[in-house]
């Protein structure tokens, strides 16, 4: 990537912090996410996971703390920021009614890239995805809306790219498929920011983060954290983490 | 606790925890009294009047004193005939003016019906509305003093409306504004409720509850029925201690004619809330298929007498045309079902015809 | 008698074939899991069950009644959790709780027994707005509403969607206390891993089941052998499995690749030798091979056959 920046964190968080009146939902949070880095960002619902995500790519300003997302920082250089990544959602993406081919000119045009550049990638992207630009995305299955939409939340180029619960419900071989684009993505140089509720898919990731109540329960490699806490899985870590209670509950 | 009345106090949960919408359904019919009530109040003082008499004496002069004596006018010319109007009017040296029949004394005397022309500009239509109606009442009132002194007379007061035929007066409209107010709670608020319970998914677990189809229409409109009493209540009471709108005929009527209205909208609204499926497309629907036909075909601003035959017979099947008929007559003119019962009629009938199809249209499933 | 017996049952929307002539039998006090992804044909399924929709062509009758006929009858014995969240946002937990009671001439208290266990987990947050609530605990508060008629069966939409692991692991704890009790329970999710919980399930995908049994026998089904294959740098060791001339399929699976071989009737260990050498001559010094067990979800993808096409 022409683009990559000379610093090796794509992400650098630092005492991260947000609080909503007398709610911490962001408790003091530090990590890193080196470029090229597939980095799985856990947690239960509401542990804080979704604020985080809208300090990281501009939409919040953290209470106290410092953030650098592709080298910029949270607070002052969020226009910079959502220049810079990419995002993309289980609930909002394409817009349903627009072709796909549609859908991927708005895009560019959202993100100022020249006609040329966006018909050569629309091109390449169609081809490896194997779609017609002329189809409605509404038309589309669930797990090719999520491809196509992974694909378009790439086409600026972006040094980072978000994907909150990226393959909520897709079907196992489709989901599959969506990995593979991230690690092609991954390959390329782009950093990938995801977070799954399919505890099979935080092994998929070079390292993964796991939230609990605001902080960060626990940060490493898969395999690393699983023998760290002596568990078979990361679903079991999870549980124990979020959990804490539950060899007393049974 | 019964099924029945668990879905009564579960509606108004909904109704006092939305607390806003709540205010805006009580305090907006008191807002628009206000509004209406006060935007034809402006500048009705001191009307720059012209007097057209071509033959004085001392019947006409007694009538001509009559407006100098009132702090509303304003009597600027007094001309022998008509024909310098139209250039008083268009320089705005004039506001309104009375023209009396050549032999208005004459006819008086004769105990002939005698004419007067009211001629008003009404390129700001409340003060026109206003000025005719301050007009006629000078000229009533002396009409009753003549008859008091035993004179059997008829003065026929012919109002024209100059550049804008609008008319509009705190009397007439309170009876459209208890319409307006009615079908904006009955109709927009029962088809956003029913479509409520479609976008959070409720409706498909009330479905597949024991509770029948009317149960659950029945339950959900009772709330909206009650707030829209208490609206009309509200709304009658006001007009009447702020702007004395009279209410001549029986109150008892008044609110059970009120009553077979707002059946009537909320049936509309349900109809509306069976076809749509958010509250987006329900708000649009019901303000699109009730309110638009209730302010503008309705009678209750623009006169449906001077509407092109289309539109008349269009607002035929405006419901709010019939209940505005009733109320006016129940408050202004004071009559009883003995003159209003073709417009209760039909009404009752749309009302019969709306209830029946807003149940057919309430499925017992989902698709 | 079964607790739900469907028979060829078809629907289709405009030109979406959403069920094709599923058949399926449910005893009663089974835990059933369905199971497919999204536009597998669950939620229309369910909604069969529960007298909400019609089918196009086939029966099905639930606790012995019609679906289609027998709708009141059904209504006050069949309990029903949609898919997506379906309770009052604007009323507090207990207010939701005793409306629904109170559809069913039912009060809270006299279903104790049944709904106890979940209701003092809610219990703290009574009063609080269901809005406002976590993800688990609205599941938990909906499973409640669904229960508080005391149904003879529960029929639960994709329960665990969206809701994270600590919680669906709670949620289906309770929906093993449920059917101690002896409540039949059929429960969908897309969750593969989740289909150890239930007794027998059926897998589903574009409106056609790919099987119907305990989850072992399915697992067992798989009828290859399967290889594990791990080393570092997992995306370059995907393509260089792939490029194994004998490959028939490699998919990312937790923290390891799944492998078949498309040759039959070589031994596994061989296979599990030459897949090792080749990815050994690729540069893969820690590449390791080995034999391991299906789950449901590799014979879910091995049925499955071609994912859905784009239109």
């Known amino acids: 990537m022409t683009a990559a920046p000379a610093r090796e964190h794509a992400i650098e968080a630092r005492e991260l912090t947000r609080r909503f009146g007398t709610f911490t939902a962001v408790d003091h949070i530090t990590f890193d996410v080196g470029v090229g880095e597939v980095f799985g960002f856990l947690g239960a619902n509401g542990a804080g996971k979704t604020t985080a995500i809208r300090i990281l790519t501009g939409l919040l300003a953290p209470s106290s703390g410092s953030a650098r997302v592709a080298g910029h920082d949270v607070y002052t250089e969020s226009e910079w920021i959502k220049r810079r990544i990419g995002y993309m959602s289980q609930k909002f993406s394409l817009y349903e009614d627009l072709t796909v081919g549609e859908n991927i000119r708005l895009y560019g045009g959202i993100y100022d890239l020249s006609r040329e550049v966006v018909r050569e990638r629309t091109t390449h992207m169609l081809s490896r995805l194997g779609l017609d630009a002329a189809t409605r995305v509404q038309a589309l299955p669930l797990g090719w809306r999520q491809k196509l939409a992974f694909s378009v939340a790439l086409l600026h180029e972006p040094s980072i790219v978000f994907l909150d619960e990226p393959t909520s419900g897709v079907d196992p071989i489709t989901r599959r498929q969506f990995w593979e684009l991230i690690y092609e993505a991954a390959a390329r140089g782009t950093t990938v920011f995801v977070t799954t509720h399919y505890m099979d898919e935080a092994e998929y990731c070079d390292r993964i983060s796991i939230m609990v109540a605001g902080r960060i329960g626990a940060l490493g490699a898969p395999a690393e954290l699983k023998s760290q806490f002596d568990v078979g899985s990361i679903d079991e870590l999870f549980v124990r983490l979020a959990r804490p209670t539950a060899g007393a509950a049974g | ?367 | 008698m079964n607790a739900v017996t469907v028979e060829a049952l078809s629907k289709r929307f405009a030109d979406v074939v959403a069920l094709d002539a599923i058949s399926l039998e449910i005893a009663p006090g089974e835990l059933f899991g369905i199971i497919g992804p999204d536009g597998a044909g669950k939620t229309t399924l369910f909604r069969i069950l529960v007298t909400l929709s019609v089918p196009d062509a086939g029966r099905a009758t639930v606790l012995g009644r019609d679906v289609v006929t027998d709708l009141w009858e059904l209504r006050r014995r069949v309990g029903y959790m949609p898919g997506r969240f379906s309770l009052y946002p604007d009323l507090s937990v207990e207010e939701n709780l005793s409306f629904f009671a109170s559809v069913f001439g039912a009060t809270i208290e006299a279903q104790h027994d049944l709904i106890g266990p979940i209701y003092d987990q809610l219990a703290p947050f009574k009063d609080r707005r269901a809005g406002a609530l976590s993800g688990g605990m609205k599941q938990k508060l909906a499973l409640c509403c669904a229960l508080v008629h005391r149904p003879e069966i529960l029929f639960l939409d994709e329960p665990t969607t969206g809701v994270d692991a600590v919680s669906r692991r709670e949620l289906w704890e309770l929906l093993d206390r449920l059917r101690n009790t002896g409540l039949t329970i059929v429960v969908s999710t897309p969750y593969m891993d989740e289909a150890d919980r239930c007794g027998r399930v059926a897998l589903i995908q574009r409106g056609k089941l790919l099987g119907i049994d305990v989850p072992d026998r399915i697992a067992a089904s798989f009828g290859r052998p399967l290889f594990a294959v791990r080393a570092a740098e997992r995306y370059r060791l995907l393509i260089a499995t792939r490029e194994f001339a004998n490959a028939a399929t490699v998919f990312p699976f937790g923290d390891v690749l799944h492998y078949t071989d498309r040759r039959d009737g070589v031994p596994p260990e061989r296979i599990a030798r030459e897949l090792r050498e080749h990815l050994q001559a690729r540069g893969f010094a820690d590449a390791e091979v080995q034999e391991t067990r299906p789950t449901i979800e590799d014979t879910f993808m091995a049925r499955m056959g071609e994912p859905e096409r784009a239109a």
Do not use: C
Not at chain 2, 47 to 62: K, N, Q
Not at chain 2, 202 to 209: A, G, N
């Open chain 2, 1 to 367: 606790m019964s099924a029945f009345r668990g879905l009564l106090r579960k509606e108004a949960l909904h109704i006092l925890r939305d607390r806003r919408t709540l205010a805006v359904v009580i305090f907006m019919p008191i807002l628009q009294v206000i509004l209406f009530g006060y935007a034809i109040r402006t500048d009705i003082s001191r009307i720059r009047l012209a007097i057209v008499d071509p033959s004085p004496d001392a019947a006409t002069i007694e009538l001509r004193n009559r407006f100098t004596a009132t702090d509303a006018f304003r009597v600027v010319r007094v001309l022998p005939s008509a024909g310098t109007l139209d250039r008083l009017f268009a320089s705005g040296a004039i506001q309104e003016a009375i023209v009396l029949d050549g032999d208005f004394a004459n006819r008086l005397a004769r105990g002939l019906t005698a004419r007067v022309l009211v001629v008003a500009d009404a390129s700001e239509p409340n003060s026109g509305s206003a000025m005719e109606s301050y007009a006629l009442a000078v000229i009533q009132g002396y009409e009753r003093d003549i008859a008091a002194r035993g004179g059997a007379v008829r003065i026929v007061p012919e109002a024209r409306m100059r550049f804008n035929p609008t008319r509009a007066s705190a009397n007439l409209f309170v009876p459209g504004l208890i319409a307006f107010v009615l079908t904006i709670i009955s109709a927009l608020m029962t088809a956003i409720s029913l479509t409520r319970e479609k976008e959070t998914g409720t409706m498909e677990i009330l479905l597949v509850s024991p509770l029948k189809p009317l149960e659950i229409i029945v339950g959900k409109v009772l709330a909206y029925l009650v707030i829209g009493f208490v609206s009309v209540l509200l709304v009658v009471a006001e007009a009447r201690l702020v702007f004395a709108v009279p209410l001549r005929g029986s109150l008892m009527l008044l609110l059970g004619e009120g009553v077979l209205y707002i059946l009537t909208s909320l049936s509309l609204g349900i109809l509306i809330s069976s076809r749509t499926s958010s509250q987006r497309v329900a708000m649009i629907g019901a303000l699109a298929g009730t309110m638009l036909p209730t302010i503008l075909l309705s009678g209750f601003i623009f006169p449906i007498e001077s509407m092109p035959w289309p539109l008349r017979a269009i607002a035929n099947v405006v419901p709010a045309k019939w209940f505005i008929v009733i109320a006016r007559g129940v408050m202004l003119k004071g009559v009883g079902l003995e003159y209003l019962w073709p417009q209760t009629l039909i009404l009752l009938g749309m009302t019969v015809l709306l209830v029946a199809a807003a149940t057919r249209s309430f499925r017992i499933r989902l698709a």
